[in-house]
């Protein structure tokens, strides 16, 4: 790739840790999807000299352009644009229309929550955001922080200087991206593919293995950029080529189909969420959760369009509650405990019947830190689950790490349960 870009990401509150950075790796991911190589990603707080020295270190390092987000606002803490101004050698001016769209929304925002706002003092509190670089390209604002564009000149690099709050900036992006300031600077791009492969079951070392070989044996291995990631029980391998690199990696998604066929659940980059949520198409699902205490129902609904197949959940966590809410079985808890496959599989199969639904699904462990036995160490997760034709399995997985990581990983298990669960009904 010849063009190269670098993130400055401002704000001491993502500085110190107290606000996660969310605009760093989104952009990352879109700068990629344009074939534009990302050298660097820095945060700096909210301090002139920081942001400068920032922006000198990514032009000191060769970017063709420089994408900064933060210190958009009115306040004296917000003071990006003034200091890019400043890198850029460019004086500040008041532009006239952009203080007046700016004006217009504080207006109209002020408006909707019933009140009558003086214009002129709207218009002098948001001056500070109408001034920007001379000669400088403004975009559209989509709360009430323009965009800014600063073109390359006298060897600096393009300046995109973006708003903090994700939101504004997700949606600024694509006007940013056709300013002629920004198409100039990554005119030199290169076209490549992307493809995302997901795997489950599969330790990375395995896939490091199958990788290794296929440097050994496939030609034109070199050419292809290859990043792997563990999350949670699941692997992402995500594959950027040139064109030409097309047989090569049909190459390796062959190696790897031929060694892990069981294990790669997705080569199109669909989530086992999305497959899920496909899968359940005209069919209902409940779930009855105790350990993970109602994630696997939260993650089924983060998708759109989920009130179509989820009907609901128990969470039960005490014995009293599997029995009353669910229909346990006494008995059952008494003879196997509340962590088993036969308590798992009585739960799901109550879930089903109180809820009328086609398949439901039940969780029942020992997240920790305390709680473990011997014959039921922390980590021991039970799962269940029951479909409307009376059919119903249980499994029970050790799962590593704290009482988050087991939850967590416990709610990714319940999703490829399901899975193939569905997918064995559709077959």
Request: aromatic letters at 4%.
């Amino acid at each position: 790739m010849s063009v190269r870009a670098g993130i400055v990401v401002t704000g001491t509150e993502v500085l110190t840790g107290r606000v996660a950075d969310q605009n760093g790796p989104w952009l990352a991911d879109r700068l990629l999807e344009l074939g534009v190589e990302l050298a660097h990603i820095t945060i700096c707080a909210d301090r002139e000299a920081d942001i400068d020295a920032q922006l000198r270190f990514l032009a000191s390092n060769g970017v063709d352009l420089i994408v900064t987000s933060g210190g958009l606002g009115p306040t004296a803490d917000d003071m990006t644009v003034a200091t890019v101004a400043a890198f850029c050698g460019r004086e500040l001016e008041l532009d006239t229309d952009l203080e007046s769209t700016i004006t217009d929304i504080v207006a109209r925002w002020a408006r909707k929550r019933g009140s009558d706002p003086d214009l002129e003092s709207v218009r002098i509190a948001t001056r500070k955001q109408a001034m920007v670089p001379v000669g400088a390209t403004w975009i559209t604002p989509t709360g009430t922080a323009p965009g800014v564009v600063v073109t390359a000149e006298s060897g600096t690099p393009t300046v995109l200087v973006l708003p903090g709050p994700p939101r504004e900036l997700q949606a600024m992006w694509p006007a940013a991206v056709e300013t002629a300031g920004v198409q100039k600077a990554i005119a030199g791009r290169t076209e490549y593919r992307q493809e995302t492969i997901r795997m489950f079951g599969l330790p990375e070392s395995e896939l490091a293995d199958s990788l290794r070989i296929g440097e050994d044996t496939i030609a034109g291995f070199d050419a292809l950029e290859i990043t792997t990631c563990l999350r949670k029980g699941e692997v992402e391998m995500v594959t950027r080529f040139e064109p030409d690199g097309a047989s090569t990696y049909d190459a390796i998604l062959a190696l790897l189909d031929e060694r892990h066929g069981s294990q790669i659940f997705s080569t199109d980059g669909a989530t086992v969420d999305e497959q899920v949520a496909a899968l359940l198409a005209g069919r209902r699902i409940a779930t009855a959760e105790s350990c993970t205490a109602g994630m696997i129902a939260a993650r089924l609904t983060d998708l759109a369009g989920s009130s179509a197949y989820v009907a609901g959940g128990v969470v039960a966590y005490e014995n009293e509650a599997k029995i009353g809410l669910l229909d346990v079985d006494p008995a059952l808890i008494d003879t196997h405990g509340a962590v088993s496959e036969p308590v798992a599989e009585a739960m799901a199969r109550g879930a089903l019947a109180r809820l009328g639904t086609d398949i439901a699904i039940s969780t029942s462990g020992i997240a920790g830190p305390g709680g473990g036995t011997a014959d039921k160490p922390v980590g021991t997760v039970c799962f269940g689950i029951a479909l409307a034709d009376g059919s119903a399995r249980a499994t029970t997985l050790r799962l590593p790490g704290d009482r988050s990581d087991v939850r967590e990983r416990s709610t990714t298990v319940a999703m490829h349960l399901l899975r193939r669960a569905l997918r064995e009904r559709t077959d």
